[in-house]
């Protein structure tokens, strides 16, 4: 590669719009959303003392998945998309992550070598790419750090697929944290002073403040569009689940109330705070990404599969008695999502300064512990009507009459 070329590389400008190659790698997450889903709703018909450990196996493969997605868009939300040498790593990533959502039920089986040879390669081959393609300029050390923190990840991911069982679970939680630390610290590595001062600690800048070069405008388009993609797979679950036995009262009750859930997430993610200014270009509102809007849309697409999952059991199973996990789910869901949303933005949008997402919650907290005692259709009302409340009740509180379905 040319001086001029790596100069390229570094400094060309990302634009503010989601590539269409993009949109293809999110819709891609569609089928490993819908993979996940699968094991929560397979989580809620497993015998009760093993339910603990394989919803954690559950939880880890969502964070993974999710790890390889944020990072992704952080990268593309810093170099340009549109260079092929970029487009051929999501491309890669894209395969990778197919892999990785066909091994996922069997991750802790017979499938655990590819799934976790798959995932080290692609966490550690995009920082390494990254690094070489900079080497003559100074930004060489931002993927170098991340380098070294998916290196020290990977050998205990390389640990836990040649062990089984209990020890695999250890060796693969212990690797995503590693990951999960480097991510919340911007990946600092230690560094040796030359006068004498011993070790110090050497930040990279990162997709929260002090990134300078990060396309804040391009990172927003990314989380509106994989929110979007998670919104479908209520859609998905909710309307899959009543395909096969047809309409009936309960069920087209329950469709109705994961209807009302839908649109309610829609208008609680894109319109909540009303201290947003308007994009200049589209006069829809623009996310300001708070420190921790990655960990944030992370609950917040956990907190929609969940629901989807929740409601698509209703579904599937109306008559009584209610399970309790099931009501954890259903319930949970929504709580999830609305903590996650209420950290997304800056904080003047958090749970202690908006009475709409407080209200939210404290109602789904209530009105969980009652339905146990109540038909499972009773708990996709609740949810349904809770939710719905909470979107009119935020719509008043943030009203700024502002276009109510702007261009994304």
């Known amino acids: 590669m040319t001086s001029a070329g790596v100069r390229l590389f570094g400094h060309a400008a990302v634009p503010r719009g989601a590539t269409v190659l993009e949109l293809l790698f999110d819709i891609v997450y569609v089928f490993a959303l819908a993979r996940l889903a699968g094991r929560v709703a397979d989580d809620l018909t497993i015998v009760r003392d093993t339910l603990l450990s394989e919803a954690g196996q559950t939880l880890l493969f969502f964070a993974a998945m999710w790890m390889i997605w944020s990072l992704n868009a952080l990268m593309t939300s810093v170099y340009d998309p549109r260079r092929t040498d970029i487009q051929v790593v999501l491309l890669a990533t894209m395969l990778g992550t ?11 089986g017979e499938r655990g070598v590819i799934f976790a040879c798959t995932y080290v390669l692609l966490q550690v081959g995009r920082p390494l790419y990254l690094t070489l393609a900079l080497r003559r300029q100074p930004e060489w050390r931002e993927p170098s750090r991340v380098l070294s923190w998916h290196v020290a990840s990977g050998l205990l991911w390389l640990c836990g697929a040649a062990t089984a069982g209990l020890p695999r679970g250890i060796f693969w939680t212990l690797a995503l944290a590693i990951e999960a630390l480097g991510s919340v610290t911007n990946w600092p590595i230690p560094r040796f002073s030359t006068g004498g001062r011993g070790i110090r600690s050497a ?10 070069r990060v396309n ?7 989380y509106n569009q994989f929110f979007m993609i998670a919104l479908a797979e209520v859609v998905l679950e909710a309307g899959g689940a009543i395909s096969f036995p047809g309409f009936s009262p309960v069920r087209t009750v329950a469709l109705v109330a994961a209807f009302a859930a839908v649109v309610a997430f829609w208008r609680l993610y894109f319109y909540h705070s009303g201290t947003r200014a308007a994009h200049p270009e589209t006069g829809g509102p623009a996310l300001r990404l708070s ?24 579904v599937e199973h109306p008559n009584p008695p209610i399970d309790w996990a099931l009501v954890v789910v259903i319930f949970g869901g929504p709580a999830v999502f609305l903590v996650g949303r209420s950290f997304l933005e800056n904080p003047s949008t958090s749970l202690r300064h908006c009475p709409a997402l407080l209200a ?9 512990p009652v339905t146990l005692l109540l038909p499972p259709i009773a ?12 979107a009119v009740y935020d719509a008043t509180v943030h009203r700024d009459g502002r276009e109510s379905n702007p261009a994304m």
């Open 98 to 108: 197919l892999v990785l959502a066909v091994a996922l039920p069997q991750a802790f």
């Open 203 to 212: 930040r990279l800048h990162s997709n929260r403040p002090g990134f300078a």
């Open 360 to 368: 939210g919650l404290l109602l789904l907290g209530v009105a969980a």
């Open 216 to 222: 804040f405008d391009h990172l927003a388009e990314r």
């Open 379 to 390: 708990a996709a009302v609740a949810v349904g009507t809770i939710m719905a409340g909470t």
């Open 291 to 314: 420190r921790w809007s990655s960990l944030s849309l992370l609950l917040i697409v956990g907190g929609v599969i969940c629901t989807a999952v929740g409601f698509a059991q209703v």
